[in-house]
């Protein structure tokens, strides 16, 4: 293939274009007479001119120097990058469902809410939630949903609690959803098994505390084997138990926040429920809580009335409104059509296969990295590059010689409690020779960087671009296209 | 490498008493190393009234940021306008060049109070 | 294990190698540390799985009861429009390299991503004529608050002013955002149809952040934002503006008439209606805000041999790494959809945006002529963009029942959240023809 190096703006020439738009049928306005002069534009905006070929040329050229789950293995921790079903992607097109108005009276689109609705109520099953709002648009946004719900919850009791306790391995959106909810957080440390240590968490708890915010299985891939006695300690102390569910794809069908204790719970439907990642986005945070908690919940809200769907907003304790009209409904498309494709038997499946394709590749890899939990983990398990340090080679270095293998890398740097981590998600959609493959992999850099570092070091050598001089990219950003004159 | 009239902080801070009534501040040698290369400083606004221990702005590195703090009491009377465009400076000179702000402080014994190199080397051995 | 499942490819051979490596007897030994008190007994109580062939059909099924666009005229309008989407969008959108990434945090293997992205912000920063925009928010009315949010933050004041004129979704998501954050949001009523920019004197101070404006309003009509400008100013206060991209192909940029943050749903570019969402929020601001920005943003570096490549830039500001100190929580963002709308802003391309939202102009300034050349009362007083109020004899929910059963989704029902009985908001987009114009002015005549 030609190399291609272009941005849009530069292969743009005045008069091309990639439409055609039909000629007016109504009487010709000239804009002067409408709007006053001065809320006219007095130059056009710059946008791109090109022929329909040279658009799709140039975005073909662009997604050929991109890397998605359809390209090869991605065993990015955290962010379970599995499969994402074309099924779900043709569903979502149907024009009964894209094509379609959030305004448009409810007896016209009994199709949508019935989906809406059936979705909430699979959601709460496999949550093990009384109700769910799909409302919230990512995860971050259903944690400050959450923490909402929960901060009415405290003050409709009349209380004023201030203080949400986060673990250090969690997740940075979780301080960062307590603080744009207006809570201090407090951080606890975690024990030696890299779980929350509990003697630390009852020294915190106190009738300050609003929530504990808990993922688990953790970003470290463990499970809380506490969990009963945590939910309990939190309890006491008159706290809520809020789960984060960006690793419930360890637990579908073999437990469920709800039996854990959890009182509130969001679900990333891109990350369990394989919604796509799309290069950052759409994807949805739905929201579930247990029945003292449910007045609380965003309008609006959706109800079934006989065989009716309506939408409802007269709840006095709402938190109100998070996120417009009813969610990322393309996306809870996606999400209902898998389930509906899974079953429970299927989503049991994948848990299991989750976490056994994450503890075999675990064990693949302990004799060659630093493993600083031994123990049986979940669906992930994080690595530690400590002893490649030392010779001189960073996890970041890892991270680039596996681009050269035609691999993601893990994740890098998290969670913020391992030095040197790397956090490896294998998820339940690759085979085992696939995982054999990266296995193998990741041993032959181990063996590169005692037998020749400076290869892991200048890595990656295969890719289209270099490793990027970010520290002059933010010194002196450059976040526009200008043209040279 | 440095003055003898120098005062640390606890929190990677030095303070460089100019006369009776006014010091500079800085970020220490250990702090702009941890950061890495900086990449954009927010300073302190001129005339900001601060208490001891207040933050005074951030500095941001590609993947870190981090506050600073005011180890006075007072005025905030001058900042390091070079920072603007060359936040590199703390990174390449921090104890001259890379100054951040000074400050009219008002409290003589909050000066006294600080540590000596010897005790923040002493500190930082610790915390290793 | 039970049945097969396309999507998980462990044959028992396979289980059986692992179990062997991991020198264990079953799967249910890894699940060993979850507490019996807590497993669950038995299936989970949902329905069973359903085979591909058959569940498109009932996904067909359940789509087909739902009216939409291919079959039905839509002149309703309020926030999500019918507009043409080139089918060079989908099928740029459809390529899996982009869709089934994530967040290129690996720019070496994300290019693609990484410049697609550039050229959003750079589309957007030339519609707003605004210096920085980021990579995309969740939507129009999250962006709005996130806007009220950074204006309280960097000006250190605590209220911000929101017209009635802007988006209720807006409004009530702000109040939200507000009580989270504890700032206070005042409303500022309307004149007529705009906002009543006398009240707006009165109301600003030394503790107003921003006001907030829509432009074109909710109601359609341009707001002045050179006065509104000036208000702003003499108190110190951000403006921001919350705007529709395709109306800015025409009227003058907000960055231009003084706009400090201006945001808005990129929507009508290119994302389908889609029941509301995924849409897609954009957000940008001037310089000196740069450094505060929410989200994701891409710049531009140089590789070791000076190539020119993208990255992710100035992610010091971001939550991953502020935790607690962070101003914003957004992670996640609409990145599939930013792409969406720059390929359809490339097609329609300098020229064509502007056709396209003259056609808008002109086709709704027809429909509002025509009602009132039939004695209906057209209410804006200000000059509209593709959107209107028209007075009925009758309930708006009325109107739209009769209009459903002729072929056409009428008008928002403004006595919903504004309180005006038989007033109906009506949207004419450059999809609509004369004919479906005259039809639909024939049946509201009809009431």
Redesign the interface.
Same mark, same amino acid.
């Given at each position: 293939m030609k190399p291609y190096h272009s941005l849009i703006f530069e292969i743009s020439q005045s008069d091309r274009s990639a439409v055609d738009l039909p000629d007016s049928d109504v009487d010709t306005i000239n804009l002067n007479d409408k709007f006053p002069n001065h809320l006219l534009r007095e130059t056009e905006a710059e946008l791109p001119e090109v022929s329909e070929l040279q658009l799709i040329r140039h975005y073909t050229a662009l997604s050929n120097k991109n890397y998605g789950v359809d390209s090869g293995f991605y065993p990015l921790g955290s962010c379970t990058m599995k499969y994402n079903p074309k099924l779900n992607e043709d569903v979502a097109r149907l024009e009964g469902f894209n094509r379609i108005h959030p305004y448009q009276s409810t007896e016209t689109v009994q199709g949508a809410m019935h989906l809406l609705y059936q979705l909430q109520e699979d959601l709460a099953v496999i949550s093990g939630m009384d109700a769910v709002t799909l409302q919230p648009s990512a995860g971050a946004q259903g944690e400050w949903t959450g923490l909402m719900i929960a901060k009415k919850y405290h003050q409709q009791n009349g209380e004023n609690r201030s203080k949400v306790l986060v673990p250090d391995s969690a997740h940075g959106t979780n301080p960062a959803s307590a603080a744009v909810a207006g809570f201090e957080t407090v951080t606890i440390p975690s024990n030696a098994d890299g779980l929350v240590d509990v003697e630390a968490l009852k020294a915190h708890v106190d009738h300050d505390t609003a929530a504990l915010m808990l993922t688990n299985p953790s970003t470290l891939g463990l499970f809380e084997k506490d969990i009963v006695e945590i939910a309990d300690i939190v309890h006491e102390a008159g706290g809520l138990l809020y789960y984060d569910g960006a690793n419930a794809n360890a637990i579908l069908g073999k437990t469920t926040p709800g039996k854990m204790g959890f009182d509130i719970v969001h679900l990333n439907l891109h990350k369990t429920f394989t919604t796509p990642h799309g290069g950052g986005g759409p994807g949805a945070g739905p929201v579930g809580v247990v029945k003292e908690l449910t007045p609380y919940l965003p309008v609006p809200r959706i109800t079934k009335e006989g065989d009716q769907y309506r939408f409802h907003t007269d709840e006095p304790l709402s938190v109100g409104r998070v996120k417009g009209y009813y969610g990322n409904f393309g996306i809870l498309v996606r999400a209902y059509t898998y389930i509906r494709t899974m079953g429970p038997d299927g989503l049991r499946q994948v848990s299991e296969s989750a976490v056994l394709h994450a503890n075999y590749l675990k064990k693949r890899l302990e004799p060659y990295f630093e493993a600083p939990y031994p123990q049986i983990c979940k669906h992930e398990f994080v690595l530690s590059g400590i002893n490649q340090k030392k010779l001189g080679v960073r996890t970041l270095d890892i991270a680039k010689r596996l681009l050269d293998f035609g691999y993601h890398p893990p994740t890098i740097y998290f969670p913020l409690n391992v030095e040197e981590a790397l956090m490896i998600e294998p998820t339940e959609t690759e085979t085992k020779e696939t995982l054999d493959a990266f296995a193998d992999t990741m041993i032959q850099i181990a063996k590169e960087i005692e037998e020749n570092p400076m290869m892991v070091l200048e890595a990656p050598h295969t890719t289209v671009i270099g490793r990027l001089d970010e520290t002059k990219a933010s010194r002196k950003p450059i976040l526009r296209y200008t043209k040279q004159e | 490498m440095t003055n003898t009239q120098l005062r640390f902080t606890k929190k990677h801070e030095w303070v460089l008493p100019l006369d009776e009534e006014r010091a500079r501040i800085g970020i220490t040698d250990h702090a702009q190393q941890e950061l890495g290369d900086i990449v954009f400083v927010e300073n302190a606004e001129l005339n900001q009234q601060v208490t001891a221990h207040d933050s005074l702005g951030v500095i941001e590195s590609v993947k870190a940021a981090s506050e600073f703090y005011a180890p006075l009491s007072g005025e905030v009377v001058a900042i390091n306008e070079q920072l603007e465009d060359e936040p590199e400076r703390i990174n390449d000179d921090p104890y001259q060049e890379g100054w951040l702000v000074e400050i009219a402080y008002t409290n003589p014994q909050e000066l006294e109070a600080l540590l000596t190199e010897a005790d923040y080397q002493a500190f930082l051995s610790e915390e290793e | 294990?039970?049945?097969t499942?396309r999507?998980?490819?462990?044959t028992a051979q396979?289980?059986q190698?692992?179990?062997d490596?991991?020198n264990i007897d079953s !799967?249910d030994?890894?699940?060993?540390?979850?507490?019996t008190? /807590?497993?669950?007994n038995g299936?989970?109580? !949902?329905? +069973?799985?359903?085979a591909?062939p058959l569940?498109?059909k +009932?996904?067909?099924?359940?789509?087909?009861?739902?009216?939409?666009?291919?079959q039905h005229s839509?002149f309703?309008g309020?926030?999500?429009y *019918?507009h043409?989407i080139?089918s @060079?969008v989908?099928?740029?959108i #459809?390529?899996?390299?982009?869709?089934?990434?994530?967040?290129?945090y690996?720019?070496? /293997?994300?290019?693609?991503?990484l410049?697609? !992205?550039?050229?959003f912000?750079?589309?957007v920063?030339?519609?707003t004529g605004m210096?920085?925009?980021n990579?995309?928010m969740?939507?129009?009315?999250?962006s709005v608050a996130e806007a009220a949010?950074l204006a309280v933050s960097s000006t250190k004041r605590s209220k911000v002013l929101i017209s009635q004129a802007v988006h209720p979704?807006s409004r009530?998501?702000s109040?939200?955002?507000a009580?989270?954050?504890?700032y206070k949001v005042e409303e500022i009523n309307l004149l007529d149809e705009i906002t009543n920019l006398k009240e707006l004197q009165q109301k600003i101070d030394q503790d107003t952040a921003a006001i907030i404006i829509q432009y074109p309003n909710f109601f359609g009509s @341009?707001e002045?934002?050179?006065q509104i400008k000036q208000i702003a100013e003499s108190h110190g206060a951000l403006l921001i503006v919350s705007a529709n991209p395709l109306a800015?192909?025409?009227?003058?940029?907000p960055g231009?008439?003084g706009a400090d943050i201006v945001v808005g749903d990129m929507q009508p570019l290119g994302i389908?209606? #889609?029941?509301?969402?995924?849409?897609?929020g954009y957000f940008a601001v001037n310089k000196k805000l740069?450094?505060k920005i929410p989200g994701?943003? @891409?710049?531009?570096?140089?590789?070791?041999?000076g190539? =020119?490549?993208?990255?992710l830039?100035?992610?010091?500001?971001?939550?991953?790494? =502020? =935790?607690?100190?962070?101003?914003?929580? /957004?992670?996640?963002?609409?990145?599939?959809?930013a792409?969406a709308s720059a390929?359809c802003?490339?097609?329609?391309? +300098?020229?064509?945006?502007?056709?396209?939202a003259?056609?808008n102009?002109? +086709?709704a *300034?027809?429909m509002a002529k025509q009602l009132a050349k039939k004695g209906f009362n057209v209410i804006n007083r200000a000059?509209f963009f593709n959107e209107f109020i028209v007075s009925l004899p009758v309930s708006a929910?009325t109107a739209?029942?009769k209009l459903?059963e002729a072929g056409f989704?009428g008008g928002?029902d403004l006595s919903i959240d504004y309180d005006l009985a038989n007033h109906m908001l009506i949207a004419v987009t450059?999809q609509r023809?004369?004919a479906e114009?005259d039809q639909f002015i024939t049946v509201l005549e009809a009431l």
């Amino acid at each position: 293939m030609k190399p291609y190096h272009s941005l849009i703006f530069e292969i743009s020439q005045s008069d091309r274009s990639a439409v055609d738009l039909p000629d007016s049928d109504v009487d010709t306005i000239n804009l002067n007479d409408k709007f006053p002069n001065h809320l006219l534009r007095e130059t056009e905006a710059e946008l791109p001119e090109v022929s329909e070929l040279q658009l799709i040329r140039h975005y073909t050229a662009l997604s050929n120097k991109n890397y998605g789950v359809d390209s090869g293995f991605y065993p990015l921790g955290s962010c379970t990058m599995k499969y994402n079903p074309k099924l779900n992607e043709d569903v979502a097109r149907l024009e009964g469902f894209n094509r379609i108005h959030p305004y448009q009276s409810t007896e016209t689109v009994q199709g949508a809410m019935h989906l809406l609705y059936q979705l909430q109520e699979d959601l709460a099953v496999i949550s093990g939630m009384d109700a769910v709002t799909l409302q919230p648009s990512a995860g971050a946004q259903g944690e400050w949903t959450g923490l909402m719900i929960a901060k009415k919850y405290h003050q409709q009791n009349g209380e004023n609690r201030s203080k949400v306790l986060v673990p250090d391995s969690a997740h940075g959106t979780n301080p960062a959803s307590a603080a744009v909810a207006g809570f201090e957080t407090v951080t606890i440390p975690s024990n030696a098994d890299g779980l929350v240590d509990v003697e630390a968490l009852k020294a915190h708890v106190d009738h300050d505390t609003a929530a504990l915010m808990l993922t688990n299985p953790s970003t470290l891939g463990l499970f809380e084997k506490d969990i009963v006695e945590i939910a309990d300690i939190v309890h006491e102390a008159g706290g809520l138990l809020y789960y984060d569910g960006a690793n419930a794809n360890a637990i579908l069908g073999k437990t469920t926040p709800g039996k854990m204790g959890f009182d509130i719970v969001h679900l990333n439907l891109h990350k369990t429920f394989t919604t796509p990642h799309g290069g950052g986005g759409p994807g949805a945070g739905p929201v579930g809580v247990v029945k003292e908690l449910t007045p609380y919940l965003p309008v609006p809200r959706i109800t079934k009335e006989g065989d009716q769907y309506r939408f409802h907003t007269d709840e006095p304790l709402s938190v109100g409104r998070v996120k417009g009209y009813y969610g990322n409904f393309g996306i809870l498309v996606r999400a209902y059509t898998y389930i509906r494709t899974m079953g429970p038997d299927g989503l049991r499946q994948v848990s299991e296969s989750a976490v056994l394709h994450a503890n075999y590749l675990k064990k693949r890899l302990e004799p060659y990295f630093e493993a600083p939990y031994p123990q049986i983990c979940k669906h992930e398990f994080v690595l530690s590059g400590i002893n490649q340090k030392k010779l001189g080679v960073r996890t970041l270095d890892i991270a680039k010689r596996l681009l050269d293998f035609g691999y993601h890398p893990p994740t890098i740097y998290f969670p913020l409690n391992v030095e040197e981590a790397l956090m490896i998600e294998p998820t339940e959609t690759e085979t085992k020779e696939t995982l054999d493959a990266f296995a193998d992999t990741m041993i032959q850099i181990a063996k590169e960087i005692e037998e020749n570092p400076m290869m892991v070091l200048e890595a990656p050598h295969t890719t289209v671009i270099g490793r990027l001089d970010e520290t002059k990219a933010s010194r002196k950003p450059i976040l526009r296209y200008t043209k040279q004159e | 490498m440095t003055n003898t009239q120098l005062r640390f902080t606890k929190k990677h801070e030095w303070v460089l008493p100019l006369d009776e009534e006014r010091a500079r501040i800085g970020i220490t040698d250990h702090a702009q190393q941890e950061l890495g290369d900086i990449v954009f400083v927010e300073n302190a606004e001129l005339n900001q009234q601060v208490t001891a221990h207040d933050s005074l702005g951030v500095i941001e590195s590609v993947k870190a940021a981090s506050e600073f703090y005011a180890p006075l009491s007072g005025e905030v009377v001058a900042i390091n306008e070079q920072l603007e465009d060359e936040p590199e400076r703390i990174n390449d000179d921090p104890y001259q060049e890379g100054w951040l702000v000074e400050i009219a402080y008002t409290n003589p014994q909050e000066l006294e109070a600080l540590l000596t190199e010897a005790d923040y080397q002493a500190f930082l051995s610790e915390e290793e | 294990m039970g049945s097969t499942f396309r999507y998980l490819p462990d044959t028992a051979q396979d289980q059986q190698a692992m179990l062997d490596a991991l020198n264990i007897d079953s !799967i249910d030994n890894l699940f060993d540390d979850l507490p019996t008190s /807590i497993r669950l007994n038995g299936e989970l109580p !949902i329905e +069973k799985a359903i085979a591909e062939p058959l569940l498109m059909k +009932k996904m067909q099924q359940l789509a087909s009861k739902n009216t939409n666009a291919n079959q039905h005229s839509y002149f309703l309008g309020a926030g999500t429009y *019918d507009h043409f989407i080139p089918s @060079v969008v989908n099928h740029v959108i #459809s390529r899996s390299e982009f869709y089934t990434a994530y967040t290129p945090y690996q720019p070496e /293997i994300s290019q693609g991503e990484l410049q697609a !992205i550039f050229e959003f912000q750079t589309m957007v920063c030339e519609l707003t004529g605004m210096d920085v925009a980021n990579s995309s928010m969740y939507d129009g009315f999250t962006s709005v608050a996130e806007a009220a949010a950074l204006a309280v933050s960097s000006t250190k004041r605590s209220k911000v002013l929101i017209s009635q004129a802007v988006h209720p979704e807006s409004r009530a998501i702000s109040s939200t955002n507000a009580s989270g954050l504890s700032y206070k949001v005042e409303e500022i009523n309307l004149l007529d149809e705009i906002t009543n920019l006398k009240e707006l004197q009165q109301k600003i101070d030394q503790d107003t952040a921003a006001i907030i404006i829509q432009y074109p309003n909710f109601f359609g009509s @341009v707001e002045d934002l050179n006065q509104i400008k000036q208000i702003a100013e003499s108190h110190g206060a951000l403006l921001i503006v919350s705007a529709n991209p395709l109306a800015l192909a025409l009227l003058q940029s907000p960055g231009h008439l003084g706009a400090d943050i201006v945001v808005g749903d990129m929507q009508p570019l290119g994302i389908p209606m #889609s029941f509301g969402g995924p849409h897609c929020g954009y957000f940008a601001v001037n310089k000196k805000l740069m450094r505060k920005i929410p989200g994701r943003i @891409v710049g531009e570096a140089l590789d070791a041999n000076g190539k =020119r490549g993208f990255t992710l830039a100035l992610q010091a500001r971001e939550q991953h790494i =502020r =935790r607690e100190k962070a101003s914003s929580n /957004i992670c996640s963002n609409q990145a599939l959809n930013a792409l969406a709308s720059a390929v359809c802003m490339s097609a329609l391309g +300098k020229q064509g945006i502007r056709k396209m939202a003259q056609l808008n102009v002109e +086709k709704a *300034d027809y429909m509002a002529k025509q009602l009132a050349k039939k004695g209906f009362n057209v209410i804006n007083r200000a000059p509209f963009f593709n959107e209107f109020i028209v007075s009925l004899p009758v309930s708006a929910r009325t109107a739209n029942r009769k209009l459903i059963e002729a072929g056409f989704v009428g008008g928002f029902d403004l006595s919903i959240d504004y309180d005006l009985a038989n007033h109906m908001l009506i949207a004419v987009t450059e999809q609509r023809t004369k004919a479906e114009i005259d039809q639909f002015i024939t049946v509201l005549e009809a009431l």
